[in-house]
Nanobody, 116 residues
Framework: QVQLVESGGGLVQAGGSLRLSCAASASIFSINTMYWYRQAPGKQRELVAHITSGGTTNYADSAKGRFTISRDNAKNTMYLQMNSLKPEDTAVYYC??????????WGKGTLVTVSL
């Protein structure tokens, strides 16, 4: 099963931007759908966005208009561009695939902290 490593998190002021990366250990060309999730302190993990192999994207209402998910199959990497960040975006962000989610496999994630 492919391994995924998230990176790019950090501390940013409200209104700022970050780009998260999700590097895969193997080709993602054949992976139909890839996901970004997040888990805020004391809350359940929630789906932020997903992207299909054909480039179709979908976003949670909280991310629409501010976040952009993309994937570069040649680099085996998925991205999440986050703009106009808000304190409520503070969370650990995880990338994943359908099969890994179903198997309960999660990476360490990358922490995003948005300050006022």
């Amino acid at each position: 099963q492919v391994q995924l490593v998230e990176s790019g998190g950090g501390l940013v002021q409200a209104g700022g931007s970050l780009r998260l990366s999700c590097a895969a250990s193997a080709s993602i060309f054949s992976i139909n759908t890839m996901y970004w999730y997040r888990q805020a302190p004391g809350k359940q993990r929630e789906l932020v966005a997903h992207i299909t192999s054909g480039g179709t994207t979908n976003y949670a209402d909280s991310a629409k208009g501010r976040f952009t998910i993309s994937r570069d199959n040649a680099k085996n990497t998925m991205y999440l561009q986050m703009n106009s960040l808000k304190p409520e975006d503070t969370a650990v962000y995880y990338c994943n695939t359908f099969s890994r989610v179903r198997a309960g496999n999660w990476g360490k994630g990358t922490l995003v902290t948005v300050s006022l």
